[in-house]
């Protein structure tokens, strides 16, 4: 199928990109996309096995241990408890474990809080759920769910598909994280304050609504014909079908660029009939 529309002496035809750029691969991206499936290949390149593995590192670069350290020291997560051990003179770190249903010691330092601060927020990342980790790593890091509904094709959103896609109850779920860390946040807007955070929250939201374009073949290219010659065209817009008429109208002459509010949906074969259409009534009238 193909879009076309006709202004003599010009033809303009718009069609769907078989070798689009893959938006996280080619463009310059705001936000970092870490994903993890079984048969597809989704995202950024990394080298996490896993989830958790992604998130823990995430936390260890960007999360002070004195921050990690007082995360479980002040009850923040209900599974992971950090207590002083008067008679041994240590502090020690627990989790629950929802299987045996009971408290666990995961690590101890003896000595001053202060001077095993390190070794205790390591212990601590290593023995907080998964929850937690996402809490604590969202203090200096703006991170979204990354969703993939896998349906007689795909599709990525922030939000669950669940209630808005036909059976998403079973082709959907989340596949991992877009995010930018506070550093980046600063670096792109100047400062770390809400508005700014809002901010960069839209970017990543509307990186993986590009992304969802390329992964749902929402990819376009135009030829544009000038007395049955071709005269322009340009590939690689990626997009929802009204705002790529909007950009590819920017790139025609002047007094072609109307031609995108009169397109004609055809079938591929049809479309020498319009590029040629005039040059048969043409032949038909010197017959």
Request: aromatic share 12%.
């Amino acid at each position: 199928m193909c879009l076309v529309a006709v202004k003599q002496p010009y033809v303009l035809q718009i069609m769907y990109d078989d070798d689009a750029p893959n938006p996280r691969v080619d463009y310059d991206n705001f936000g970092k996309m870490m994903c993890w499936h079984s048969r597809y290949n989704l995202g950024d390149e990394h080298h996490y096995s896993e989830p958790r593995n992604f998130l823990e590192q995430l936390i260890t670069d960007s999360i002070p241990a004195k921050d990690i350290v007082a995360y479980v020291k002040d009850g923040k997560a209900d599974d992971v408890k950090l207590e002083y051990d008067r008679a041994a003179h240590a502090w020690t770190v627990t989790s629950y474990d929802n299987y045996f249903k009971k408290w666990f010691t995961d690590c101890t330092f003896e000595g001053k809080l202060a001077d095993g601060i390190d070794e205790l927020a390591e212990g601590i990342t290593g023995a907080l759920y998964m929850k937690d980790l996402l809490e604590l790593a969202k203090q200096k890091n703006c991170i979204l769910e990354c969703n993939l509904y896998d349906h007689s094709g795909l599709s990525m959103s922030t939000s669950s598909f669940i209630g808005r896609a036909h059976h998403a109850e079973w082709d959907s779920g989340q596949v991992g994280w877009i995010y930018a860390s506070h550093e980046d946040v600063k670096k792109e807007y100047g400062s770390i304050t809400p508005e700014t955070l809002e901010k960069a929250e839209s970017l990543l939201r509307a990186e993986v609504e590009t992304y969802d374009c390329y992964l749902s073949n929402q990819c376009y290219g135009f030829r544009l014909y000038k007395d049955g010659a071709e005269e322009d065209s340009c590939w690689g817009f990626l997009g929802y079908i009204d705002d790529i008429k909007k950009d590819i109208a920017g790139y025609l002459p002047e007094e072609c660029q109307a031609m995108v509010d009169d397109m004609e949906d055809i079938e591929d074969r049809e479309f020498d009939d319009y590029l040629y259409q005039d040059l048969d009534e043409e032949m038909e009238a010197m017959e």
